[in-house]
């Protein structure tokens, strides 16, 4: 059972314009959620996060919206540049015992920008 | 931000023998880091949790004589694939969390020929 899923495995995008990266989880005890992004054969770097509190959270020209009703995010790029094509991962944590959270991933969406 | 490194970043090996693999945070001390692998085209899939002092708890379907680890201290866990087939072959990340936020090693390809 996928809890965090991200249908489109890939979205092609022109420079300047916006990318819509989507995102959509089943488990309702998820309490934070983020985005990384990764590039082949390197470990995923941290974008950006929003916690279960907040609807929406932004860092320069990234934006995260969560809809909790809906159990959806999206990581929204503004404006896309070249470098932003890398293959990015929404992931998902709930309260463990202790004070380790897991992170839960989505199977990523490859992101092209095009020049 | 926290860094955590990993080593090494690349690894060929025969069938049969084993390969260690470091995580280190480097600026922060972590209680519990966790080791991921990933095979291609699909996701981050959790292995286990490395919990300092103790034994680490192993996903379902993940062999724990297979994927050993080790975690000696604060900044520091080794998982080690003994005995390594074809089918190991794969890319291997850990991660460490300070302060909530989860940060990665570069990751490890491991190659079993």
């Known amino acids: 059972d996928q809890q965090v899923k991200q249908n489109s495995p890939s979205l092609s995008v022109q420079e300047g314009r916006i990318s819509i990266l989507n995102c959509d989880y089943t488990?309702?005890?998820?309490?934070?959620f983020l985005w990384y992004k990764k590039y082949p054969a390197e470990g995923p770097t941290f974008l950006i996060s929003?916690?279960?509190?907040?609807d929406k959270n932004e860092d320069g020209r990234f934006t995260v919206f969560l809809n909790k009703s809906a159990k959806h995010l999206s990581l929204h790029i503004v404006p896309s540049q070249p470098g932003d094509s890398a293959v990015y991962f929404c992931?998902?944590?709930?309260?463990?015992?202790?004070?380790?959270?897991?992170?839960?991933f989505g199977s990523g969406t490859q992101l092209t920008v095009l020049p | 931000g926290a860094v955590v490194s990993q080593h090494p970043s690349w690894v060929i090996c025969k069938s049969g023998t084993s390969v260690k693999i470091e995580c280190r945070s480097l600026?922060?001390?972590?209680?519990?880091m966790f080791w991921y692998r990933q095979f291609p085209k699909q996701s981050l899939m959790l292995m286990a949790t490395?919990?300092?002092?103790?034994?680490?708890?192993?996903e379902q379907g993940v062999e724990k004589d297979k994927f050993l680890i080790n975690h000696a201290s604060l900044t520091l866990s080794t998982l080690t694939v003994t005995s390594a087939h074809p089918e190991d072959s794969s890319f291997y990340i850990c991660?460490?969390?300070?302060?909530?936020?989860?940060?990665f090693g570069q990751g490890t390809r491991l190659t079993v020929v």
């Open positions: 991660s460490a969390r300070d302060m909530g936020e989860a940060f």
């Open positions: 488990n309702s005890m998820f309490d934070y």
């Open positions: 929003i916690s279960s509190i907040k």
């Open positions: 992931a998902a944590s709930a309260l463990t015992s202790g004070s380790a959270r897991q992170l839960t």
């Open positions: 600026d922060f001390q972590a209680t519990t």
């Open positions: 490395s919990n300092e002092g103790s034994k680490a708890t192993y």
